[in-house]
């Protein structure tokens, strides 16, 4: 459906808006002209309509009012120039505002860069003063100017070199104590007295590094350092829960055991030309000491001395040999019994080992590696020593005498005694036994022979045999066991076998009961027998009479139709008739039949019985519904059960007769 | 001077000459002339957006030719 757009005019627009007190639209293709004709119509005085109202008066009147006059298109030019003079001005402002930003960019930026160059520059000379005077280069440069002058030159620094080597010459000469003054020396004064000959030298330091020359000894350092691993890998392997504190509580740095010592920390002292300043900065019995002697104390630099000790090298390569202090050898005794010359050849060799062990903590007390490699060391020898002894022949066959002497103690009552234990048992059970078995088996025979002449019931004597193969499988002899077997095959015992192949069916009923596979009838059977007979009768009654009363319909069937009683109806009310005659005889029927229910008694007996045709209980039939109602069975175990007792019942059922 | 389309979909449909500095209300009162119903039950909408009395149509942007859904309050 398309809609029918509806417009109203201008004019009519116009005039609406009139009266509603709004604006009039102006009319941009007639505005001159309405202005024209306005005029005209002005002038004429012909200006009822409202629309006529001009442009121009309403301009003016919207001017009094203070609004917005309407633009006229004729006389845009003008308008512009009234109306857009404000948009350039902003226009004209942002470009100011552009342009005073731009500068001020500018300046700053000038500003910064010109920073820079200063700054570089300061740098520059900065860098410079270290290179002050003349370069290599610029020195060349001179000197290649000119031939002349570098060899004038040349000779002047020859002569002037002469003397100087001179001067030095002699001031290597005359390089004393005197010029150590004021050296430092980087050990404690201990370290360098101990007697020995220190070679200082000067210490390896920055080039940079501004300060006093410091004087080391090389080997005393690594000695030092040497020192410190070992303090370090013991202090590493310990693990205390108390990381992060001392032994005694002080709060240390973190891993501090990684820390490499500080050099304020290390003792120092200084050279003076005969008298040596101690200083010290750590350790507070330096401190002490210096308090008690405050004179300084002297050592000569000149003076060589000659070593102290007799310890020349404490080395770790030092064959332990030369630690290890031999035992005067003790004056063998005339070897009486080898048993304690052997003993006292093994105290000896302990005596050894335990004195040996004893050096040890004074030789080395703090490498344990070193303490192992001793004692295996001598643990060695020791065996070495042994075998060596052991080695003659006679020694030899002496020690394995008495090794064989030691194992086996034997008594020297050897015969006398009885000895009782798992062997001399067995053989005598063995010997034994066979003897037995040879009896038995004579016995066995005549047995056999004994039973088969009598013929008793064959399985009885299978049994038996299968008992006694089974008895000489085991190779165990029991004679009681054989003996009670005997009496029960001579005299019968109390549940002896009757035999049912001679008796009548009574006798047979009487075992069976006597057996509890037949119960005997108590009274409640009886009952129900009654009921059950009544029951029976009942039933045949009910059947003679339904047959007698087919007879009788059939026969009154018979006789309606010979007689023609219906003939004369028509088919529908011949069926009508049937039907009622039907009734009545239903009727009758059941109450006949009412009549007779009245002595009927069934008997009611719910059975529940399972998929193998038993009887279940109660508890059984209603596991059995409410398994079959949950359609989930028991698990695998419970139906393993139930058919193990199943098939025990089954069992028990099926050979109880013989057993 | 613009001409706006006005249209309610059920079977008015008009064309309004207005400018472009009038107010809504005043459109209203516009419309309502045109279609003789009372300028406070027009309800003027550009999906969904309500347009406001106090507003003027330049402020929508609404420009010449364009259309306006009219519902009435």
């Known amino acids: ?659 | 001077m613009i001409e706006v389309i006005c249209n309610d979909r059920l079977g008015k449909k008009i064309r309004v000459k207005c400018l472009e500095d009038d107010t809504i209300g005043d459109f209203k009162k516009l419309v309502a002339s045109q279609i003789g119903t009372a300028p406070e039950k027009i309800i003027l909408k550009k999906s969904y957006t309500t347009f406001k009395d106090h507003i003027t149509l330049a402020d929508y942007e609404i420009h010449n030719g364009m259309s306006l859904e009219l519902y009435y309050a």
Do not use: C
Request: cysteine-free.
């Open chain 1, 1 to 659: 459906m398309a809609d029918i757009e509806s417009d109203i005019s201008l004019e009519e627009t116009n005039r609406r808006r009139i009266e509603m007190g709004l604006r009039p639209i102006p009319v941009p293709d007639d505005a001159h002209m309405n202005s024209k004709l306005s005029s005209k119509e002005d002038a004429t005085g012909l200006s009822q309509d409202e629309s006529s109202l001009s442009l121009e008066e309403t301009n003016r009147l919207r001017i009094s009012l203070g609004l917005r006059p309407i633009p006229v298109p004729g006389d845009e030019g003008m308008g512009t120039s009234s109306t857009s003079a404000p948009a350039p001005d902003s226009d004209e402002l942002a470009l100011a505002n552009w342009r005073a930003k731009y500068e001020a960019e500018k300046k700053s930026a000038e500003l910064e860069t010109t920073r820079k160059r200063i700054q570089k520059a300061k740098e520059r000379i900065e860098r410079l003063k270290y290179l002050d005077g003349r370069s290599l280069g610029e020195q060349d440069e001179d000197n290649v100017d000119d031939v002349r002058k570098w060899v004038k030159r040349s000779k002047k620094k020859v002569k002037i070199s002469i003397p100087d080597d001179n001067d030095e010459q002699e001031e290597m000469r005359q390089y004393t104590a005197e010029d150590l003054k004021g050296l430092k020396v980087g050990h404690s004064l201990e370290d360098i007295m101990d007697g020995e000959d220190v070679i200082l030298t000067l210490k390896d330091r920055n080039v940079l590094d501004d300060g006093d020359d410091e004087l080391v000894s090389l080997a005393l350092e690594e000695h030092a350092k040497a020192a410190q691993n070992i303090e370090n890998r013991k202090r590493k392997g310990r693990y205390t829960g108390f990381e992060d504190e001392d032994a005694l509580g002080e709060k240390k740095g973190i891993l501090s055991r990684y820390d490499e010592d500080d050099e304020s920390n290390k003792e120092f002292f200084t050279l003076d030309s005969e008298v040596i300043s101690v200083g010290d900065v750590g350790s507070e019995k330096q401190k002490k000491l210096d308090a008690m002697n405050p004179g300084k104390i002297k050592v000569s630099l000149e003076v060589d001395l000659p070593p102290i000790g007799i310890i020349q090298d404490s080395s770790d390569y030092m064959p332990a040999e030369q630690i290890k202090i031999k035992k005067p050898k003790k004056s063998k005794k005339s070897k009486n019994s080898r048993k304690r010359a052997s003993e006292e050849d093994d105290a000896d060799g302990r005596n050894q080992d335990a004195e040996m062990v004893d050096y040890q903590p004074d030789v080395i007390e703090d490498d344990d590696e070193d303490l192992q490699a001793l004692l295996s060391k001598q643990r060695r020898s020791l065996q070495k020593k042994r075998k060596a002894q052991f080695l003659t022949p006679e020694m030899l066959a002496q020690v394995i005498r008495d090794q064989s002497t030691e194992d086996t103690p034997v008594p020297e009552g050897d015969e006398s005694g009885l000895v009782i234990d798992d062997m001399t048992e067995f053989v005598g059970n063995v010997g034994n036994s066979i003897a037995a078995e040879e009896e038995e088996e004579r016995e066995r025979k005549e047995r056999l022979a004994n039973s088969r002449r009598s013929a008793t019931t064959p399985v009885k004597s299978e049994s038996e045999d299968a008992a006694m193969t089974n008895h000489h499988e085991e190779g165990q002899v029991k004679p009681e066991t054989e003996d009670v077997d005997d009496e029960e095959v001579s005299t019968t015992g109390l549940e002896g076998e009757p035999v049912l192949s001679s008796i009548g069916m009574g006798a047979t009923l009487s075992m069976l009961r006597s057996r509890g596979l037949i119960k005997t009838p108590d009274e409640q059977d009886v009952e129900r027998q009654r009921i059950q007979r009544e029951n029976m009768k009942w039933r045949v009654s009910m059947a003679q009479h339904k047959a007698r009363s087919e007879l009788e319909l059939r026969a009154q069937r018979e006789a309606d139709r010979k007689s023609g009683k219906y003939d004369k109806l028509t088919q529908k009310e011949r069926e009508e008739a049937a039907q009622r005659e039907n009734q009545m005889r239903q009727l009758g029927e059941a109450r006949e039949a009412q009549k007779r229910f009245k002595d009927y008694k069934p008997e009611i007996k719910i059975e529940y019985k399972d998929e193998f045709g038993r009887v279940m209980g109660q508890k059984e039939a209603f596991k059995h519904l409410s398994h079959q109602f949950h359609g989930k069975g028991s698990g695998k175990g419970k139906t393993e059960k139930r058919l193990k007792k199943i098939e025990d019942e089954r069992k028990k059922e099926s050979s109880s007769l013989f057993s």
